[in-house]
């Protein structure tokens, strides 16, 4: 998953969550090619229709009236090598009074995204 947290700048208490759970199907992880060209369009649509479900976004979610500060999160598979530099931190989850919105996610013949804004209500 691959993960925007924001928080407030005087308090850095967590304010939103963009989540972006990716599956994979591992049984064909290692095959080569594994995209086709006709597939190519279907992954470019699903990422258009996220994107514009984000951008639509702003008519529900609060306006954030102070300045605030953000994190990415990646969360990986236990085997997989970690790069020199990057932190094992919190899951900096919204809580209290908080709402979840779960957006139309996409599939490949690999990978499923399953994006979700979680937001702490005014």
Request: charged fraction near 20%.
């Amino acid at each position: 998953a691959v993960v925007s947290t924001q928080s407030t700048g005087e308090t850095k208490e967590n304010i939103e969550r963009w989540s972006f759970d990716i599956a994979c199907d591992k049984s064909i992880r290692n095959c080569p090619d594994l995209t086709k060209p006709a597939e190519l369009k279907t992954i470019q649509k699903g990422i258009q229709d996220v994107i514009r479900q984000i951008v639509s976004s702003v008519t529900f979610l609060p306006i954030l009236e102070s300045s605030c500060s953000f994190d990415i999160l990646v969360y990986t598979d236990h085997d997989v090598t970690i790069p020199v530099g990057w932190d094992e931190t919190t899951a900096k989850i919204v809580v209290g009074g908080s709402e979840n919105v779960q957006l139309k996610g996409f599939s490949t013949s690999v990978h499923t995204v399953t994006p979700t804004i979680s937001y702490k209500m005014p």
